[in-house]
């Protein structure tokens, strides 16, 4: 059987630094707030050459945190696409502020600048690119768009820690907010999370929040949150942070034997120079999809689907996203993931490769 994941075997190599860092922080007695959190926070901003990290408790946080910390006036609009994970909806919705959804480019699946000004209104405050599947938004007509209509840029770049555009960073360009998710290409033990940006002020609003509005003790200056990367998760995630830059170009490298090898028949990711992709997900599209995966099963491979529901089709959203959205459907009805995790090898996938391009359908 070829996994679609394991966790337990993508940390095995780290088995025996997360005991020795464990060990060290159980015996520290300090858990919260320490020097492990600053330490990740110095070395992931680094890895992300912005000037600050702030460790938080997870993604979705970091996105409402940004969110929460830009002081938007009652009614404002922020534009999102309408093909993301729930996550970037809700941390808008959690602000109390309206998404507004604008459709994915077909062949990138990331937002369509092309399609962004005409859903400005007065009250558009800010865009928000999803960094989907570990590939960079079109980030040069996006910036230019903020720009002229003074927007701000938040980067969901949950799935694409160290995706490059034309040689830059993601998260480096607006404010950056990351998931670690375990199953995230930079994930932890648990949940966690983090923001990055140039700004002090910023960072330092966003040190605040996570700690109950709080930046000397017991006195609040905002209404704050509990949102703490935890010692343990930060201690854990510098260890893994060493091996990101090997996690990526194993799965570039597995990606580019999917793409060399793959059939033309089932649409595979595009390969840009522009873009240095980091492939969190490697997905095809199929118009039988189900069948295919249903086949893929039958010959012992494990697939998933990202995602199966647009957002604005799921019931937490009926009377909130409205509007048809037929480009986010048909990604969402075609799109398949296939294996592409740290442990697998290229026989692996050239295993899954043999059976997709025998594929009769
Ligand atoms: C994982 C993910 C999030 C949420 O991150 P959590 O750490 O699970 O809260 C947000 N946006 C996208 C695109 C994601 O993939």
Redesign the pocket.
Known sequence: MIEYENLGKVNEKLFTKYQEKFDEILKSGWYILGKNVSGFEKDFAAFCTTDYCIGLA????A?VLAIDALDFPENSEIIVPSN??I??ILAILRNGFKPVLVEPDISTYNINPAKIEAKITANTKAILP?H?YGKSCDMDPIMAIAKKYQLEVIE?C??AHGALYKGRKIGSFGIG?F???PT?NLGALG???AITTNSKDFADKIFSLRNYGSSKKYYNDRIGYNSRLDEIQAGLLSVKLEVLEDITNHKRALAACYHANLDDRFIKPVVDQDYFDVYHIYNIRHQKRDELRAYLLKNEIKTEIHYPLAPHKQKAMAGILEGDYPISEEIHETTLSLPISYFHTEEDIMQVITALNKYKG
């Open positions: 997870s993604g979705l946080d996105l993301t994970y996550a970037t999803v989907l969901d949950a799935q907010c998931s670690f998710y995230k949940d966690a999370g």
